[in-house]
Nanobody
Framework: HVQLVESGGGSAQVGGSLTLSCAVSEYTDGAHCMGWFRQAPGKEREGVAALDYDGYSRYADSVKGRFTIPKDNAKNTLYLQMDSLKPEDSAMYYC???????????????????WGQGTQVTVS
């Protein structure tokens, strides 16, 4: 069972940056695929970025060129580096993990088995 704990959320100005962290209990095969999702009030949860075991990353069109999803294996930590923030980036951000979700080629919430509790990001 993979446990995930997000941190690093907060407030940022338009055009600013924030880095979210996701502490992973252990990188077992249950965490071969890691992802970041977000959900704004009244909206569905949407995929932001995903990183597979081989280091291949994919991004939602809305964040391409602005967000990256690096991982530090030594620290068992996944990050979401967010630059050039926009008001529409405001949401609750969630870290997620799954054994095989990355195989779909999508960043779909329903494909991920393990979830963190979320961290709020507000851009104004």
């Amino acid at each position: 069972h993979v446990q995930l704990v997000e941190s690093g959320g907060g407030s940022a100005q338009v055009g600013g940056s924030l880095t979210l962290s996701c502490a992973v209990s252990e990188y077992t095969d249950g965490a071969h695929c890691m992802g970041w999702f977000r959900q704004a009030p009244g909206k569905e949860r949407e995929g932001v970025a995903a990183l597979d075991y081989d280091g291949y990353s994919r991004y939602a069109d809305s964040v391409k060129g602005r967000f990256t999803i690096p991982k530090d294996n030594a620290k068992n930590t996944l990050y979401l580096q967010m630059d050039s923030l926009k008001p529409e980036d405001s949401a609750m951000y969630y870290c997620a993990a799954d054994r095989s979700a990355c195989y779909s080629g999508y960043i779909a919430p329903g494909d991920f088995a393990y979830w963190g509790q979320g961290t709020q990001v507000t851009v104004s």
